[in-house]
């Protein structure tokens, strides 16, 4: 499987941003994907994820409400669509997949795509 993501950017506080992150390769092994992020000097969190056959979706708290992730099964391809950018969301982005259920710890994620660099200005 890869993972290829895109969308980073700079952005002023209150801003939207997309992330878009297109898979390929033996893709039918995808139960979930994920997306990661890592600030500076800080360990990688979980920000969302979604189940690639159901479609239901999971966030963290510090991005519920704002952030909203979604599929395209015809494209391979998903988004995190980043409203209401705060300064705290600035980190790599990191776009994942795996092939068991839903689990927030990157350690469950066997595939991840090359970061994309989210910087929100204050």
């Known amino acids: 499987v890869q993972l290829q993501a895109s969308g980073g950017g700079l952005v002023q506080a209150g801003g939207s941003l997309r992330l878009s992150c297109a898979r390929s390769g033996r893709i039918f092994s995808i139960n979930n994907m994920g997306w990661f992020r890592q600030a500076p000097g800080k360990e990688r969190e979980f920000v969302a994820a979604i189940g690639w056959r159901d479609g239901t979706t999971y966030y963290a708290d510090s991005v519920k409400g704002r952030f909203t992730f979604s599929g395209d099964g015809f494209k391979n391809t998903v988004y995190l669509q980043m409203n209401s950018l705060k300064p705290e969301d600035t980190a790599v982005y990191y776009c994942?997949?795996?092939?068991?259920?839903?689990?927030?710890?990157?350690?469950?994620?066997?595939?991840w795509g090359q970061g994309t660099l989210v910087t929100v200005s204050s």
């Open positions: 994942a997949a795996s092939s068991g259920p839903f689990d927030s710890t990157s350690s469950s994620y066997a595939y």
